[in-house]
């Protein structure tokens, strides 16, 4: 059962390339609007995120939000499936907030663990969406063995190139995440393996939010 959690600010959004045009400009950034902001989880799927693996966790400070795995393992190695090598997880949360605000995803923080024979290669990727958007940008960060520690990627976007939620609309954030490790030219006989987890960090994924209110109607 996935957690539905409430927040005492705003948070969400999206990210992607360009800008969307808005037909009237919003206003300068706010704090977190008054009353209650909720985050329910509507689907959770994927191979690295099985049923009652992962949870969302919304922070005191309503400036961000925490997405934890407890069984997202790619890996490769003598007692590997053929599909091991690669873990996805794709997540849809509905975000409910005070009418008057919007918002947008600015930085996300990924964390988790890696042990990467010489020769072999871990992915981290990720891409953000509204339900309904074509707009979709995917970034990701390459992991080179040898290699045997906790691994983060930081992906930051930048201001001009935030993507704020439809003003008076509904529609799910959508997360999807993904990770790969190939052997490469590593000794075959030897397991190589990433993780997006809690075992060492506590926490798999931090997203931080930016907001606005809309402009009045």
């Known amino acids: 059962m996935y957690r539905s959690l409430a927040l005492g600010g705003v948070v969400v959004a999206l990210l992607a390339s360009t800008v969307s045009a808005q037909a009237t400009p919003l206003q300068e950034p706010a704090g977190p609007p008054p009353g209650k902001v909720t985050i329910e989880p509507q689907t959770v799927n994927g191979s690295g995120c099985p049923a009652g693996s ?6 005191p400070d309503n400036t961000s939000f925490s997405v934890t795995y407890s069984q997202y393992l790619a890996q490769v190695g003598p007692q590997s499936q053929p599909t091991d090598f690669r873990q996805n997880c794709q997540i849809s949360l509905r975000v409910s907030y005070p009418q008057g605000y919007t918002f947008a995803i600015h930085k996300v923080d990924y964390y988790g663990f890696a042990h990467l024979q010489a020769g072999a290669r871990g992915m981290e990727q990720a891409s953000f969406y509204f339900q309904g958007s074509p707009q979709t940008e995917r970034r990701s960060h390459t992991f080179t063995g040898p290699y045997s520690d906790n691994w983060r990627a930081t992906d930051v976007i930048a201001t001009e190139q935030l993507v704020w939620a439809p003003c008076g609309m509904q529609r799910n954030l959508n997360i999807n995440t993904e990770l790969r490790v190939s052997a490469g030219t590593s000794d075959k006989s030897r397991t190589s393996f990433m993780t997006m987890d809690e075992t060492r960090s506590k926490v798999s ?4 939010f930016a907001w606005k209110e809309c402009p009045a109607a």
């Open 54 to 59: 992962t949870d969302v966790l919304a922070h």
């Open 205 to 208: 994924t931090i997203y931080q």
